[in-house]
């Protein structure tokens, strides 16, 4: 065989390669050197590194592959490696203690491939082994030999989108993961051999990942003067962004106090941020040498925030504190003396926090038993494979219980569950899915919505159970008052004619309900209501006259004062739209004042429409207690802007302000982003 001497002799060699590459070891890697002789487009310039690979290709190609025939039943083992340009694999099974290669697979990279971090291109390997050996994995138990911890990677909840995408596709093979073991075949030895360095390059370079994930440093100061006292923070990640605040005190402080507040709400951030190692810079040397054990703290309230501190350093890892001077703490001192100052700090690029109290006058931390999940909860089998690696003994069961897992973690002793937008949703069980319903369907917040409304609205504040569908559809058909004051439907639904608005805010549509049961406060008998008709958010207010100063001032008050000046309002004819008040405010600011068609409130449908959900709701709530129907209307808004409106698909409060509102429920049960906001993590 000789030395390809065109371009279309290396062809027709990488095409005869590509047909055997079940057979050869890292073929991609030995082929390299031909694919950019190709790839140069300008004839073909046959290099030394060529010729070298071609010579060696020649050798191997010289001694027979045997492969080996995989047994039915028998676990089979899969050895990774990643180089620069590839990855590659290689499936094994054992054969009277010696392994031997059963399919070798291998992969180009990708020019955005080879940006991958080390961790993802291991797991890039394992996931192409897969789609290639797709047989072999479905057909038999999987044991990956690597010194990457792939298992915890595909777990974390934080990983990207790809990771989380991979861990779902491989949740359905029965794989384990095993550090590489002593290798017993020359077949599988010289695999391993070729690319011994690249693969230790790789693990040095996992190592640094993980060595600067936890490089975390924390610069804090403290203030305080005739004008008052506060606190200065700055965090730097691991990735080099920087995180600043500063912190108002509202009670009187000296200067250790302050210094102290500050190393506390410092170690109270970085743990919310998850930090395990963590540097920490003060210029305040009784501090420091207190917390290095090394001044003694004689009065009472210095022993106090000493004891906290060393309880939230505990929190870490690792840690290590150090005195540097001022002038190396300028951004720090900086803070501290803007939030002492007495003059309002108005920054967006800065958040000024309040501190009301001393951290010492905080009650001690009750110590609550962790309640274990019983072995017939829906949480037990994934708790139990997560936390400890142990399966089900029935074989189908313990594949359903692996395939779940993928989208799932433990966070703090509490399980998760990954959405399709990543956002974590808390597992409930028990009594605990019983109360949800209750408090998000009829509590405070509650609009005694439908049950898929309900489930939605569930999920969205961070739950989950499976059977959540179910059971809201249940527990909204089942609801007394739901009953009581159902809208009686008779007539067939017409096709939706909705109007558009080009951003948030810019086009309001205002009518009004009424007479309604006279208030037991005020006498209120009607409330004007207004519905803008991007976000569908609804602002309303109960009047006790309907007059056009009235209705001109809750135009100025609720709209124009609180989102701006609107480009478009949509009223109906009445007078107390319709007069000389009103139209003159429209011709001042600009607004152009649209009349709804007499009897056809179509063309102003979609306040009419919140105007029937704003009434249902009132008459669930209030019952027979009809004269409060005033002092519900603020709860009954709350309500309508946290529940997903289907023409959206949004709640009007994310539309608004691009996130959930807390309601009851999560601050009850603890969702995933009150447990980051609790006391003890802030």
């Not at 291998?106 to 290639?132: F, G, M, N, V």
């Not at 017993?184 to 360095?197: L, N, P, R």
């Not at 790789?202 to 640094?208: C, I």
Request: charged residues 25%.
């Amino acid at each position: 065989m000789v030395s390809p001497k065109t371009l279309k002799d290396v062809q027709r060699l990488t095409g005869c390669l590509a047909s055997l590459n079940q057979f050869i070891a890292k073929s991609t890697d030995k082929c390299a050197p031909f694919f950019k002789a190709i790839k140069k487009g300008k004839g073909l310039e046959w290099s030394t590194e060529c010729e070298e690979a071609f010579q060696k290709l020649k050798e191997y190609l010289g001694r027979a592959p045997i492969l080996s025939k995989p047994v039915v039943g028998e676990t089979l083992h899969l050895y990774l490696s990643v180089t620069e340009v590839a990855t590659s694999s290689v499936l094994i099974q054992l054969e009277e203690g010696i392994q031997k290669p059963v399919y070798y697979t291998s992969k180009a990279l990708l020019a955005a491939e080879t940006r991958y971090s080390p961790a993802e291109k291991i797991a890039l390997a394992l996931i192409t082994s897969a789609r290639k050996l797709r047989p072999y994995f479905q057909a038999h138990t999987i044991e990956v030999y690597t010194d990457c911890p792939l298992k915890l990677i595909l777990q974390k909840p934080e990983v990207s989108g790809r990771l989380t995408k991979w861990a779902v596709e491989l949740s359905e093979y029965d794989i384990r993961y095993t550090p590489k073991a002593a290798i017993k075949g020359q077949a599988v030895s010289d695999f391993i051999a070729e690319f011994t360095e690249p693969d230790a390059e790789v693990r040095r370079a996992m190592e640094d990942e993980q060595t600067t994930k936890f490089q975390w440093k924390l610069h804090v100061d403290g203030s305080s003067n005739t004008h008052g006292s506060g606190a200065g923070i700055v965090i730097t990640t691991p990735e080099g962004d920087t995180v600043e605040c500063a912190m108002r005190f509202d009670f009187k402080a000296t200067n250790n106090q302050a210094e102290y507040e500050a190393l506390l709400a410092g170690l109270r951030v970085c743990i919310a941020l998850e930090a395990d190692e963590l540097e920490v810079y003060s210029d305040s040397q009784v501090v420091v040498h207190q917390v290095l054990d090394e001044y003694q703290a004689r009065e009472e309230h210095m022993i106090a925030y000493l004891d906290i501190a060393k309880r939230l350093l505990k929190k870490f890892k690792a840690y290590r504190i150090s005195q540097i001077p001022r002038e190396e703490n300028e951004k720090a001192d900086a803070l501290s003396k803007l939030a002492s100052t007495t003059t309002s700090i108005r920054s967006k690029a800065i958040p000024v926090a309040h501190l009301t109290k001393p951290s010492t006058a905080e009650p001690e931390e009750i110590i609550i038993a962790e309640i274990r999940p019983s072995p017939g909860d829906w949480t037990y089998q994934l708790r139990k494979y997560l936390e400890e690696n142990i399966l089900p003994e029935d074989a189908v069961e313990a594949k359903r219980i692996k395939y779940r897992s993928a989208r799932y973690t433990i966070l703090r002793g509490e399980l998760y569950r990954r959405g399709f937008s990543k956002v974590l949703q808390r597992c409930i069980s028990g009594k605990k899915t019983g109360e949800i319903l209750r408090s998000i369907h009829s509590g405070v917040c509650g609009n005694h919505t439908g049950g898929k409304s309900l489930a939605h609205k569930i999920l969205r504040q961070g739950f989950y159970w499976p059977t959540l569908f179910a059971e809201a559809q249940q527990f909204a058909e089942s609801c007394e008052t739901c009953q009581r004051v159902a809208n009686d439907i008779r007539r067939p639904p017409e096709l939706l004619r909705s109007l558009t608005s080009p951003w948030p805010f810019a086009m309001w549509g205002l009518d009004l309900i009424g007479p309604m049961p006279t208030g037991t406060k005020g006498g209120a008998k009607h409330a004007i209501v207004a519905v803008d008709y991007f976000t569908i958010w609804a602002e309303a207010e109960a009047l006790v006259h309907i007059t056009e100063a009235n209705t001109t001032s809750f135009v100025n008050k609720n709209i124009i004062y609180r989102f701006g000046i609107p480009s478009i309002i949509i009223t109906d004819s009445g007078t107390q739209f319709d007069n000389k008040k009103f139209r003159e405010m429209c011709e001042e600011f600009k607004i152009a004042n649209y009349y709804a068609s007499p009897a056809h409130p179509q063309t102003n449908g979609q306040t009419e429409a919140v105007n029937k959900v704003i009434k249902h709701t009132l008459k669930a709530k209030l019952e027979a207690k009809k004269g409060g129907w005033a002092d519900k209307l603020p709860e009954v808004l709350w309500a309508y802007r946290t529940t997903v409106r289907s023409s959206t698909g949004e709640t009007p409060f994310a539309l608004a302000f691009g996130t959930e509102a807390v309601i009851p429920a999560e601050t009850t049960f603890t969702s995933p982003r009150s447990n980051y906001t609790a006391p003890s993590t802030i």
